[in-house]
């Protein structure tokens, strides 16, 4: 059975299969899938004559929402307390199916892994096991060769391993999907963690400087006490934070902040500006048409906001948020990117990000 093991923050699983199931299904790729409930990954089965490899060639890791990672499975394979490498590569030797070359592996861990000497065992296991499967020419002698694809160890436990490989260019570009950032202790608030990941994810990398400061204009509706804005500051940029809330007071010292004390909904700017960003907790259809209103309307010409989930048929939500964006920059007859992601540090909202291009 073809399967792609993808990952989702945890307790979003079945939000991440029916987006497989959907986005398969639009390109002609047709499964079902296997949430493992609060675990933070999904099997997707495919139940046609395609392969795993066919769904990763038709469908961009970019276009999805709630999957932040995935790669095809080889199999699964028993842990012997003895020899674990030998058993990784008599499992792979015995593989019925040919995969893509590969010159360097990733072990990964589930999300909510909470077990240390799990954790410190993939670490340590890293090495010997790269050498056993460089020796067995299952990895390519040099690890700095090009090659098409990556070899993928998800460890659930001491007892088994999920073995497969992700494809280049269709891959997160962190494992897993999750940047390692740290707070500086400056922050006002953990929020500003939020914001730093969405560029890192929606921008590209060679080209942030092209986004990002220079003295851009932007503004943060509710911003208060100042997390986003305290992240455009750092970029160089000049910020009216709106909300009726008080800012921090270090933040505002900066000079570089003019605080309005206005609902983060009704106001808008007197002429356009480089960012508008919203980290507003509100209905999320509010918030869809509030976006529309500011990249269609010119007000600005890139706009990240975050879409407050319901508990219950989130990703119905997201749909009907999706179409609300999509319709209304359509009326506007502006050119436009769209890309939106469940990140790492968020909880019960997604994140958006639309870039105005004519």
């Avoid at 993808?6 to 047709?30: H, S």
């Avoid at 909510?112 to 090495?127: E, I, Q, T």
């Amino acid at each position: 059975m073809e399967q792609i093991l993808a990952f989702c923050r945890p307790g979003f699983e079945a939000e991440a299969g029916r987006e497989l199931t959907d986005k398969g299904a639009e390109c002609g790729v047709f499964g079902y899938f296997e949430p493992e409930k609060g675990q933070g990954f999904v099997r997707f089965s495919l139940a046609g004559p395609e392969t795993a490899e066919t769904m990763l060639a038709r469908v961009d890791l970019e276009d999805l929402v709630f999957v932040r990672d995935w790669f095809v499975v080889l199999g699964q394979f028993p842990l012997p307390e003895q020899d674990r490498v030998g058993a990784v590569i008599a499992g792979l030797g015995d593989l019925n199916r040919g995969y893509p070359g590969c010159a360097r592996l990733e072990i990964r861990l589930p999300e909510n892994n909470g077990d240390r000497d799990l954790g410190n065992f993939a670490r340590k296991w890293m090495s010997p096991l790269s050498r056993g499967l460089r020796g067995a020419g299952l990895l390519k002698a040099d690890q700095n060769a090009p090659a098409p694809a990556r070899l993928e160890i998800l460890l659930p436990d001491f007892q088994q391993a999920v073995i497969g490989f992700s494809v280049e260019g269709n891959r997160a570009r962190y494992v897993g999907g999750i940047p390692r950032l740290r707070l500086p202790a400056s922050a006002p608030s953990r929020s500003a963690l939020k914001l730093e990941e969405a560029w890192k994810v929606f921008l590209p990398p060679e080209q942030e400087l092209d986004y990002l400061g220079g003295g851009k204009k932007a503004a943060d509706l509710g911003a208060a006490p100042g997390g986003w804005t305290w992240q455009l500051v750092r970029q160089g940029m000049f910020v009216t934070a709106v909300d009726n809330g008080p800012m921090d007071a270090e933040l505002m010292a900066s000079g570089q902040v003019d605080h309005v004390e206005a609902d983060g909904y009704s106001w808008r700017p007197k002429r356009g500006i480089d960012w508008m960003v919203c980290d507003i907790v509100d209905q999320p259809r509010k918030t869809a048409n509030l976006a529309v209103d500011w990249v269609g309307g010119g007000y600005a010409r890139f706009a990240v906001f975050n879409l407050k989930l319901p508990m219950k048929k989130r990703y119905d939500e997201w749909l009907i948020c999706r179409d609300i964006i999509v319709k209304g920059l359509a009326e506007a007859g502006i050119g436009y990117r769209l890309k939106a992601r469940h990140l790492y540090h968020d909880r019960e909202e997604i994140t958006c990000f639309i870039e105005r291009t004519g």
